[in-house]
């Protein structure tokens, strides 16, 4: 898997006008602690409150109009799983998230609130991949990675070059 800085400024345009852009600021307090310059990128301003938001739309809309029609499945207990309901309920992306059993009730309740169907299966995150895996194969989701995608990492990759600017 290669991501190219083009695939990231593809991502840019792509996402543009759908995603807040969050400031950046200087923190005093942890650049005197740390004896660095250290600046913050505000990402928990995201309607989600994360920058996965970047990534989720940014490969919600490389769907064809057949894969948006299926759906994407994924495995996740937090900001990727409320990313892809968020995004996928306002393109109209059936989205199917699979938690680990102990998921907090707080992560569920706010991924079925963004739209999506919560599963509960697997002891831990690979049984929630696998259960996704399987769910993608018997009822022809799209998996959607939170790490091992192209269009996840492109869209993630639009945080850097908000950060720069």
Known sequence: MTVTFDDILAAQKRIAGQ??????????????????????????LHFTGSFKERGALN????LTPDERKRG??????????????????RLGVPVTIVMP???PFVKADGTRAHGATVVIKG??????????HRLRD????????????????????VCGIEFME
């Open 19 to 44: 995603v807040d852009r969050t400031p950046v600021r200087y923190s005093r307090r942890l650049s005197q602690l740390t004896g660095a310059e250290v600046w913050v990128k505000f990402d928990n």
């Open 59 to 62: 490969r919600l809309l490389q």
């Open 72 to 89: 994407v499945v994924a495995a996740s207990a937090g900001n990727h799983a409320q990313a892809l309901a968020y995004h996928g309920a």
């Open 101 to 103: 059993e102990g998921t």
């Open 123 to 132: 002891l831990d995150f690979t049984g929630s991949t696998e259960e996704a």
């Open 138 to 157: 018997t009822e022809g989701y799209v998996f959607v990675s939170a790490f091992d995608d192209e269009g996840i990492i492109a869209g993630q990759g």
